[in-house]
């Protein structure tokens, strides 16, 4: 384990290095921030001062070392519209993201494992192919769509929760509560479509083995042989697809985000998107590029814990 | 064991009801709403740049007007009136300015302002603001005289000194301590760095750049006795707190009005509107009588839009009424403008304007014929993040083609626009012909403040690079007019020579209403200045 441990962090370092190289040069080809910084009105004289400023005249292999370097010192870079580093940028935005996504993976997971083990085990039935019209649901509607549709009527008709915002659970825990709700919602609606499928599948497949017609065979109830042997052993493919959707909401909830007005690191990356502000994209997609890493190293680890047959 | 449908439908009432009926209590969602005495507002943009002198985004300008102040300000005449200062002395051949302090004027670190300090804020602006530079050729030097006095010296006389350090909007000469003004304007001043003697202070630890913005109410901070007026008068501050309040999405910031959670939309996009205009509790109202001019600028120095027959020719093609039709829609918040100047002001005329306010495609093909036009490609910087600029495009893509030229409107954000057009290569590599943007009026009030007119082309022109000797006597002569009778004669002709030219075509002038909580009053008619305003 180990050894696995090792390996993997090594790894990581070309990976990280290859993102570095490929986002460094891609951004370049986008253009730079200086017109932008610079403002509608400046002349061009005002954006070329500005240019040489902030080093974007020197050499691109200069202006790339130059980073690597700061990478090296574990320095993300600074701003360069707001002067303040990355890194604290990044700090700012991270929890609200985080908890957006952990509320998001509890509350699917909480469904969704239920729902496709439900649908498993009536295969076929009416339960089954309503789990399955959920499913098409959720993955059909746009997350825009069922942002608005919930808005409209839990925060203005009903007047149930605001409309947007976010408040940290250690500040004030029930207003954190009354705010993540309706994302949540919104966002789960796709995760529990994807979860439910897969479960459904492996348990399907599972259901099928000679354990579970010995299971049932010595009388055991079928909540067990379904919960404790059928998704026991149908574990792998859900928690594969359940620790994929952190990766992919840690940097994909821009949408959300935006919906419901949450200052998360999605908004971050696209308002910096739209501004060039380099330091930030590089900063922000290496942090991504590692969370995937750290993720699928977690999720080889938990492989181990639900299904003692996998050895590294 | 078997599960029912019975058993089924009751687990997911009871996780469905648990999670709504635990969490949706209506007194917890109605205390998002700001508390009494904050006021909360969504900005038109995201503030990420701080430094009110160093870029020309009207965000930046906003933010200078809470943390900052000046030393002459604007009122809703459009009047320069002493703000920082309690007068000014003229000597009698004009070139010695003495602007004494007024009593207590105090930095947000507690330090007192001094004319070291001003003069030192006045020179920084002077590098950066057109108008400060044109100022600023003139000056021979800014000193203090004591802690109240600054000096400023002049080569020559020259008739824009008050208009150009009162100025109301961008860039806006606003002061700061002299250990700030004293970095290059390259150098950006951070959050840390915030230190103005405006009525209101900054609050460092919860600006979320891109997000959310605070401002507190300044204690010490010493109004004027005069009724507040546009940006002059007492800046007599009755809320504790201003929070800004990025939102992405338009939707849910016009949820958010209409919910209560925010009391300030400050512009409010036209689709919108009536929506806004029928919820209970929200008031709309255009607080900008100036509004916005909107334009088309060419490239004046490259493909065929550096030929300015066929530069006339597109002019006389777009009908302000149809375009402002297509990018703004309702008529009560638009109008025809057919000066360079806007419609109402002081030097709004009509000299030469003949060539818009009668627009013809007949004509305007018969133009381009005889300007020799031969199919050349122009491009036009089509912006799509932007629906007024992006329709504006959309119409005179449509209209280009129309009257027989080869248009090739090219779709791309804001950001790739402002980019693209600093590009002085031929349309072929890289290269533009035209983008379209606005200013608010305050910008283009007379023929030095409206940097759209300069004429120096590469060597300090706007992007476009308009390129006119005569055109800068013009505005050198304006500068140094003695009377109010010659000012309005000379922007008269520079509007003629302006529609000879045509460094831009003027898209008519149009205006964006701000949505607000009906608990909210004392909105001044002026850029959204947070002074003044009272909340219930």
Known sequence: ?312 | MSISRRDLMAGAAALTGGLVGGLARPDLALAQAAPKGTLRVIPHAALTILDPVATTGYIVRNHGYLVYDTLFAQDENLAVKPQMASGVEVSADKLTYRITLRDGLIWHDDTAVTADDCASSLIRWGKVDGMGRRLFTYVESVTSDGPKVIVMKLKTPYGLVMESIGKLSTNVPFMMPKRLADKPTTERLSADEQIGSGPFRFVKGDFRPGARVVYERNGKYVPRTEPASNAAGGKVVHLERVEWVNFPDPNTALNALVSGEVDYYEQIPADLLPIVSRAPGVKVQNFNPLGNIGMARFNNISGPTANPAIRRAIAKAINQSELLKVAIGNPDFYKTCYSVYPCGTTFDNTAGSELMAKSSLDEARAMLKAAGYNGEKIVLLATTDIPVQSAMAQYTADVLKRIGMNVDAQAMDWATVLQRRTSRNPTDQGGWSMFFTWWEGADVLDPVIQFALSGLGTEGAWVGWSTDPDMEKLRTQYAEAGSLADQKRIASAVQARQFEQNFQVYTGQFFVPTGFRDNVSGILNAPPFFWNIKKA
């Open chain 1, 1 to 312: 384990m180990i050894s696995l441990i090792a390996t993997r962090i090594l790894s990581a370092i070309p990976v990280m290095g290859v993102v570095a190289l490929i986002v460094f040069f891609m951004l370049r080809l986008s253009g730079d921030p200086a017109a932008i910084l610079a403002g509608d009105t400046a002349s061009s004289e005002q954006v070329d001062r500005i240019r040489v400023s902030l080093g974007l005249t020197k050499p691109l292999y200069e202006q790339f070392f130059g980073w690597i370097v700061q990478l090296l010192r574990f320095d993300l870079g600074t701003s360069l519209f707001t002067g303040l580093p990355v890194t604290t940028l990044i700090a700012q935005r991270i929890e609200p993201t985080a908890m957006l996504a952990l509320t998001t993976i509890i509350f699917s997971v909480l469904v969704a494992v239920p729902m496709g083990v439900l649908a498993a085990w009536k295969s076929g039935g009416w339960i089954d192919r309503l789990v399955m019209v959920v499913c098409v649901l959720g993955f059909s509607v746009p997350v825009f769509v069922m942002g608005y549709f919930l808005i409209f009527n839990f925060a203005i008709t009903l007047r149930w929760f605001p409309v947007q915002g976010y408040t940290s659970p250690f500040t004030d825990f029930g207003r954190f509560l009354t705010q993540i709700t309706l994302p949540t919602l919104t966002l789960s609606f796709i995760y529990i479509a994807l979860i439910a499928r897969i479960t459904r599948a492996s348990v399907i497949e599972v259901l099928g083995e000679d354990y579970i017609r010995t299971a049932r065979a010595k009388g055991q109830i079928e909540l067990k042989v379904l919960f404790r042997h059928a998704l026991k052993n149908a574990a792998v493919p859900i928690v594969t697809v359940i620790g994929l959707g952190v990766a992919l909401l840690i940097g994909g909830v821009v949408v959300t985000e935006s919906v419901y007005n949450i200052p998360g690191l999605g908004r971050l990356v696209v308002d910096a998107i739209t501004r060039r502000d380099y330091p930030i994209i590089q900063g922000l997609i290496l942090f991504f590029a590692l969370i995937y890493v750290v993720l699928n190293l977690i999720i080889d680890i938990v492989y181990t814990l639900v299904d003692p047959r996998i050895r590294y």
